[in-house]
């Protein structure tokens, strides 16, 4: 007689992990109370261990259901211009480990991104014209404006660097791993590489995503973007 295969019983959590919840929670409490935030919303959660800075955070603006992941780096460039929020995170966005934001102009993550571990993003680069000068002695060039559309997915170790103008991701973006992303691409694109090429788009005829048409002009890429957003 054969006896019956027994459940496989799951594995419970470490109970410590709790310790770490707890301590992102009196974190996250800390900041709201004693930070000048542009904005802080409710379901807001920062690991301990985040990088943010006192005077910084009156140009930061945390919408709702906010994760930064341990050792997220949000930098603010300080300068003597009209105090407005330069970094704006959008509800529900979740800032993976490791990752840096840097900002000096104006970098806008809409609602439910998703960053990885190890994205860097930057509106903003250092200053080289100058080679008598050390590059640390030369601050920062002026740099460019950053948004990166709802619902939009950035892979590990992704750059999205903005030198000048404006850079957009639109919704719905993918972007590869590694990627390294210097110009705008419209929405429903999945784009990688070094630098970032289309690689598919959202065919809303046949509900899926395709592989892009490297020769197609942005201008249909564009058609089918308008039918999306319907």
């Keep these: 007689?054969?006896?019956?295969p027994q459940p496989r019983r799951q594995p419970v959590d470490d109970p410590l992990?709790?310790?770490?919840?707890v301590a992102?929670?009196?974190?996250?409490?800390?900041?709201?109370?004693?930070?000048?935030?542009?904005?802080?919303?409710?379901?807001?959660?920062?690991?301990?261990?985040?990088?943010?800075?006192?005077?910084g955070a009156q140009y930061v603006s945390l919408g709702e259901e906010i994760y930064l992941a341990p050792n997220v780096w949000l930098n603010i460039v300080l300068d003597s211009g009209p105090?407005?929020?330069?970094?704006?995170?959008?509800?529900?966005?979740?800032?993976g480990r490791r990752s840096t934001i840097s900002a000096k102009n104006y970098i806008e993550l809409e609602a439910d991104v998703l960053l990885a571990p190890h994205v860097f993003i930057m509106d903003h680069n250092h200053e080289y014209s100058d080679p008598d000068?050390?590059?640390?002695?030369?601050?920062?060039?002026?740099?460019?404006?950053i948004v990166i559309g709802r619902n939009s997915w950035?892979?590990?170790?992704?750059?999205?660097?903005?030198?000048?103008?404006?850079?957009?991701?639109?919704r719905n973006s993918v972007v590869g791993a590694n990627s390294v992303v210097t110009r705008s691409f419209p929405a429903f694109s999945v784009i990688a590489g070094n630098p970032a090429r289309l690689i598919?788009?959202?065919?809303?005829?046949l509900g899926q995503w395709a592989r892009a048409n490297e020769t197609a002009p942005d201008l249909q890429l564009a058609s089918m973007i308008h039918t999306q957003g319907r």
Aim: proline content about 6%.
């Design 200 to 205: 598919k788009t959202y065919d809303p005829t």
């Design 154 to 170: 950035l892979g590990y170790g992704s750059v999205i660097c903005c030198g000048k103008g404006e850079l957009t991701l639109g």
């Design 24 to 55: 992102n929670k009196l974190n996250t409490e800390w900041l709201r109370a004693t930070y000048p935030f542009a904005a802080i919303g409710r379901r807001v959660s920062i690991a301990p261990s985040c990088d943010i800075s006192r005077h």
């Design 83 to 95: 105090l407005r929020p330069k970094l704006v995170l959008g509800n529900g966005s979740k800032i």
């Design 17 to 21: 992990r709790f310790l770490g919840r």
């Design 1 to 4: 007689m054969t006896s019956k």
């Design 133 to 145: 000068l050390p590059i640390h002695a030369q601050g920062v060039s002026e740099g460019g404006r």
